[in-house]
């Protein structure tokens, strides 16, 4: 029997009028009178004794990377949990920040994790106060806000937890989001009339979620935010360890962190203004040849992490190879493609090696994600590790394969008919860093136009695009990269950017979906240099960035003087207007065929 059950018994439920006044709201007994009924949702049991509030004051939210921060917030700091019916010993967590009522602006707003985890516990639930949304956020019952879903995915080596994958998936966020829906009108003692306006917001792991609600629950929300959504799951970490394994070397990443430097030299001006970001990487990789930087020098500190000691040199003709073989992308032995990868820009995080000082030498260090989700989930095995030697682009192909025919219903996030979101007059804003160098942006580029190709076939590229952004809009981030406009090279060395970033994404949403404020470029925030702090217009795919002072631009070729020897060098052409252009070329390096596949791979 569920709490609401037990309470209706014992005839305790007594709903009192809302106070302004955060300590006399902020109580057990008046959440617990702000429950959905107990038939709310079917399946679902309310646990007795499981909440928890505590009023929190003069609350300072710091800004993040997509939000301003906001100081003198008062909220409800509440925990409850539920249980599956059936599932005695099931314990869902579900954790929110109910802001005063003063301080409430009739929002709602559901937030994602990260990795594994479905939950990035108080640092996401902040993102909605300084919108005045009721926040929410979830464990998935996992045991906890600070645990996730490698500890319970297996019952054991073979045997894997269903009900923990389907709540993983969708289903967790789902429950999460009507319930808090719910809770929170009841809270607030709104009426069915006055509008609540839901919306999501998560990155990463977390814009998966975002878009798996979009995917399955086309009604739950008014508004979704959705960054660099890892909707395929990262299993494609090893193009990095695949090709120096192919050409026999393997470089430290002071070599690898030379060579970016000299692509971001010889790309920044490709798209009109040399500033140091490369806001147009496919013309990064169609023109910058790594051949370039043979002979460069380069010279780091060591990098206690990677147990490289400190190192000098110049970049060798081997590590340009493999640098053009990584950014080729993974091919399998037809040379059919598998999967693209980053562009020369974009930092080679994802294909450091380490030293080991027991053999003196450099080894291949694949993402620890990779492993990690291919043993899980691939292999359903508890196992940290997995031998670079069982790895080929063959083998890739057809982990991805297993994981299509295996998860296509639940952790693969990838149906493309959100026709139900899109008639319930839902809004959509996916943005991606360009420099994204953990998931690349090719991965939701490809991933949209499937939208547009199933929703709009009728129309051509250009048409198609124009009436999704109606709803559904994707932005690439110049410079960005993952879930944080920061770029850290191989180094471990946060570098400020240049470009604009969406910190206010949720902002544009609001408007968007409040007051029908409709846009065509998403306001980004400068970060750094001259401009920093000024507002900039970030381009909507498939259009892309040109600079340029007059009507120069337009052409999508830019003006590619540099060798990459001298950085920084101005031009006399450049300008200060962005213009957003179409350019086919551009869009076919963003919607490649993976060709190595024989179903629909996208
Ligand atoms: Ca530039």
Not at 18 to 46: H, K, M, R, W
Not at 223 to 251: E, M, N
Request: hydrophobic share 35%; aromatic share 10%.
């Amino acid at each position: 029997m569920g709490l609401l059950k037990l309470l209706v018994v014992a005839g305790l439920v007594v709903k009192s009028t809302c106070s302004s006044n955060l300590p006399d709201f902020c109580t057990i007994s008046f959440v617990e009178s702000s429950f959905p009924a107990p038939d709310f949702f079917q399946g679902l049991e309310l646990i007795a004794g499981s909440v928890t509030a505590q009023p929190v004051t003069n609350f300072t939210a710091l800004p993040d990377s997509t939000h301003p921060g906001a100081t003198g917030r008062n909220f409800c700091n509440v925990t409850f949990a539920y249980r599956h019916v059936g599932r005695p010993s099931d314990r869902v967590n579900l954790w929110l920040y109910l802001p005063s009522p003063a301080q409430f602006k009739n929002r709602f707003l559901a937030t994602g994790g990260g990795g594994l985890s479905v939950t990035l516990g108080a640092r996401g639930l902040a993102t909605g106060l300084p919108y005045g949304a009721a926040s929410i956020t979830t464990d998935a019952g996992f045991g906890g806000f600070d645990s996730d879903l490698s500890r319970v995915i297996l019952y054991g080596s073979g045997a894997m937890n269903y009900d923990a994958l389907i709540a993983y998936s969708y289903r967790a966020m789902h429950e999460m989001t009507v319930l808090g829906k719910e809770l929170t009108r009841k809270f607030y003692s709104s009426s069915n009339l006055t509008k609540i306006y839901s919306y999501f917001h998560g990155c990463s792991e977390g814009g998966r979620e975002g878009m798996s609600q979009v995917q399955r629950y086309g009604t739950t929300f008014d508004g979704v935010s959705v960054g660099s959504p890892a909707i395929r799951h990262p299993i494609f970490h090893y193009h990095g360890p695949l090709a120096q394994r192919k050409h026999d070397y393997y470089p430290s990443v002071c070599e690898l962190a030379r060579i970016t430097a000299d692509a971001i030299a010889f790309c920044d001006p490709l798209d009109g203004k040399t500033d140091g970001v490369v806001a147009r990487t496919d013309l990064c990789f169609a023109r910058f040849n790594a051949s370039s930087s043979i002979g460069n020098p380069y010279n780091c500190s060591a990098v206690p992490q990677l147990g490289q000691p400190p190192i000098a040199g110049t970049v060798s003709a081997k590590a340009a190879v493999v640098a053009a073989e990584t950014w080729r992308g993974m091919y399998d032995s037809k040379n059919k493609l598998v999967h693209p990868f980053y562009a020369p820009s974009v930092d080679f995080s994802d294909s450091v090696t380490v030293f080991n000082p027991a053999t003196n030498q450099l080894e291949p260090y694949p993402n620890p994600l990779s492993p990690a989700v291919v043993n899980l989930l691939i292999k359903e095995v508890y196992s940290a590790t997995l031998p670079l030697d069982e790895v080929s682009p063959d083998v890739v192909r057809e982990w991805v394969n297993d994981a299509m025919s295996k998860y296509m219903s639940t952790i693969f996030t990838l149906w493309p008919d959100l026709t139900p979101f899109k008639s319930n007059g839902g809004k959509m804003i996916v943005w991606h860093g360009e420099a994204d160098a953990m998931i690349p942006a090719v991965s939701s580029t490809m991933y949209q136009d499937k939208i547009r190709k199933t929703m709009y076939p009728g129309l051509g590229v250009q048409q198609g695009y124009a009436e999704m952004a109606k709803w559904n809009k994707l932005f690439l981030v110049p410079g960005g990269s993952h879930c944080d406009p920061g770029t850290v090279d191989p180094l471990g060395v946060v570098k400020p950017n240049n470009a604009a970033w969406p910190t206010e994404v949720l902002k544009s949403l609001m408007e968007w979906v409040e007051e029908g404020k409709d846009f065509e470029r998403l306001e980004g925030i400068v970060q750094g240099g001259e401009k920093k702090g000024e507002k900039e217009g970030i381009c909507g795919f498939p259009l892309r960035p040109v600079w340029g002072s007059n009507t120069s631009g337009g052409n999508g070729k830019g003006k590619g003087k540099g060798k990459g020897k001298g950085k920084g060098q101005q031009q006399d052409d450049e300008g200060e207007e962005l213009q957003c252009v179409f350019d086919q070329q551009s869009f076919e390096f963003f919607t490649p065929k993976l060709d190595s596949f024989l179903v629909d791979a996208y």
